[in-house]
C-alpha cells in the first residue's frame, strides 16, 4: 500500500505539477483530457531535459522541440468573410495573434520564430487591401519596440526592401537597432519576402565575390550559400517545424531552400483563431516524427 501511494505521489510531483505550472504560463486550461494529455507530453519533455547531459542528451533535446519555428499567417480573409467583416478586420486579428503566438512558442523553448507576413506576389493584391497591410506592419513594429526590449526579443525583417516606403523603412531600422543585442530570442518577419528572390541575391553575392577574386569556385558549397540567405541573420535558419494554417497544403515560395528537412504541419484553423492549445496540438504531433534527414535510422 505504501509502495501504491508513492508511486502515485511520484507522479504527481513528477508530472501533473509541471503540467500545471505550464498551463498556468500558457494560460491553457486543464478542462479536457486532451490538453492534459498534450501539457503532460511537454512536461515530460522537459523533465527529461533536465536529467539529460552531454552531446547526446542536447540532441535528443533539439529533436523534441523545435529551435526553429516558421509559421504561414494564412487565413485572415477567409475568417472576416465567415463573420461578415471585412478584410481588413479579418488582418486586424491576425495581427493581434502574432506576437502572443510567439511568445508561448518562446516560453515553450523555441529560439526562433519566423512569421511569413507578406509574399513578394502580395503586392498583387487590392491597392487598398496592400496599403493598409503596409500601414500595419508600421504601427505593429513600432509601437512593439518597447515589449520587445523588455522581454529581450531581437527582430529582425527580412525581404526585398526595394518596394517598401520610407517611413516602413524607417520603422523596420529602429525595432532592429533597439532589439539587436538580445541573443535568446530571435522573431523574423518576412515582408515583401520569395524563396526564389532569396536564393537569386545569394547567388548574386556569391557571383561578385568570385568576379572580384575573394573567393574561387572551389570554395562554393551549402554552407557558402547558408551565410548569403537572408537567414543567416539567425543561429538557427533552418527551420525544424513550418505550420501554414487554413489547411492550405503549400509553402508558397517560402523558405525553399532552408524547408529541405523542416517538419511540415496543415491545422485546417485560420491564423486568428490558431491559440496555444492548437500548438500544443501541433507540438504533440511534432515530438512524434522521427527526423532521419535522408539517413536511415
Known amino acids: 500500500m505504501l ?27 486543464l478542462i479536457s483530457f486532451t490538453n492534459i494529455r498534450r501539457l503532460i507530453n511537454v512536461a515530460a519533455s522537459q523533465c527529461d531535459e533536465e536529467e539529460e547531459s552531454g552531446t547526446s542528451g542536447k540532441k535528443e533535446k533539439q529533436e523534441r522541440l523545435p529551435n526553429h519555428v516558421a509559421i504561414i499567417l494564412d487565413g485572415n480573409r477567409r475568417w472576416a468573410k ?17 506576437i502572443k503566438i510567439a511568445m508561448d512558442l518562446f516560453t515553450l523553448g523555441t529560439k526562433t520564430v519566423s ?15 496592400v496599403k493598409y497591410l503596409m500601414s500595419m506592419f508600421e504601427k505593429v513594429l513600432k509601437s512593439e519596440i518597447p515589449y520587445f526590449q523588455r522581454h529581450e526579443v531581437k527582430v529582425s525583417v527580412i525581404g526585398n526592401r526595394t518596394n517598401i516606403s520610407e517611413s516602413l523603412l524607417g520603422s523596420i531600422r529602429e525595432v532592429e537597432e533597439g532589439t539587436m543585442s538580445y541573443k535568446d530570442r530571435h522573431l523574423i518577419v518576412a515582408i515583401d519576402y520569395s524563396g526564389r528572390f532569396d536564393i537569386l541575391q545569394a547567388c548574386k553575392n556569391i ?33 525544424d517545424l513550418l505550420i501554414r494554417t487554413s489547411g492550405e497544403q503549400r509553402i508558397s515560395n517560402f523558405y525553399l531552400w532552408q524547408s529541405a528537412y523542416t517538419e511540415l504541419y496543415f491545422p485546417n484553423v485560420l491564423w486568428p483563431d490558431f491559440d496555444k492549445a ?20
Not at 3 to 24: D, G, H
Open 278 to 297: 492548437e500548438y500544443l496540438k501541433t507540438l504533440t504531433w511534432y515530438q512524434q516524427r522521427e527526423r532521419r534527414f535522408g539517413r536511415r535510422v
Open 82 to 98: 465567415k463573420r461578415g467583416q471585412s478584410t481588413e478586420e479579418g488582418h486586424e486579428a491576425g495581427s493581434r495573434k502574432v
Open 207 to 239: 557571383a561578385k565575390k568570385a568576379k572580384n577574386g575573394l573567393i574561387q569556385v572551389e570554395d562554393i558549397d551549402e554552407n557558402l550559400i547558408d551565410k548569403e540567405l537572408m537567414t543567416s541573420c539567425s543561429e538557427f535558419p533552418n527551420p
Open 115 to 129: 512569421l511569413f507576413a507578406f509574399s513578394t506576389e502580395n503586392w498583387g493584391r487590392p491597392e487598398d487591401e
Open 3 to 29: 509502495s501504491i501511494l508513492s508511486t502515485v505521489l511520484t507522479f504527481l510531483a513528477l508530472i501533473l505539477i509541471p503540467c500545471l505550472f505550464i498551463s498556468r504560463r500558457l494560460s491553457v486550461p
